[in-house]
């Protein structure tokens, strides 16, 4: 089954009623649409696919953090990310800055692999946010399928620790895919599941939404749902939104 349709079968559940013809399934240059400008990104967490040398984009993710990334070459990119302007909404105290490397290779033409580390600090007085943190992480993810159609596993190891804290470990596998079903909208979703205690409780949640996109822009809607959201039983669903300008 190729991944195409393993996507729709798997995010069909979410979106009753999609449906996709063997027409629309032809890649997306022999239709003449446009490269996605999204591929190297799912929802909340990347692809193995690459961005070109001089590729990027910037914006809003989640309403929650300001982005960016740009491909240094054809195999490389780097990444930043921050909450401060979101914080600062909510108290005086309020700092964050993330960044990182990605490094990506073709194993075969529908099989990419990407590894790579980030890291940074996270700071506010926003009641239940624990003060000062600091995390590390290294990741690798292999992807497989095009840029219009893939699946992607990510295994990230990450270590947070705060002040006067040794830090504990959390590992975060991640499981996501997309689907493009027209020259201009998609869908997409993600499941994280930790094996490994966080802070204080098991870390996991899922993710679904729609992505809207042109060639220079894109726009996902989606809802994250999660029982560690309430600290309780029942799962929280949250929506989301993220805007993003491209360039190339």
Known sequence: MTPRCICLLILSLAFPGASVSAEELAPASARGWFENPTRSRGL???????????????????????????????????????ATPFQLVYGDTAFSLMGGIKMSTPLTEKLHLAFGMQGGTYD?????????????????????????????????????WARDDNGGLMVLPLVGGFLRVGEHWGITG???????????????????GAR??????????????????????????????SFLYHWR
């Open 44 to 82: 909340l967490g990347s692809t193995a696919l690459p961005l070109h040398a001089g590729e990027g984009f910037v914006g809003q993710q989640a309403l929650f953090a300001t982005v960016a990334e740009v491909g240094l070459s054809e195999r490389v990119s780097v990444h930043l990310a921050t």
């Open 124 to 160: 506010s007085d926003f009641p239940g946010s624990q003060g000062l943190h600091n995390a590390v992480a290294a990741y690798g993810t292999l992807t497989y399928g095009t840029a219009d159609a893939n699946l992607s596993l990510t295994v990230q190891p990450i270590y947070v």
């Open 190 to 208: 993600e499941v994280a599941i930790s094996p490994v205690p966080a802070m204080s409780d098991a870390f996991a949640f899922a993710t679904a």
């Open 212 to 241: 809207f996109m042109g060639p220079l822009w894109s726009v996902d809607l989606g809802i994250l749902a999660g029982t560690q959201l309430q600290h309780q039983d029942t799962p929280a669903f949250v929506p989301g939104a």
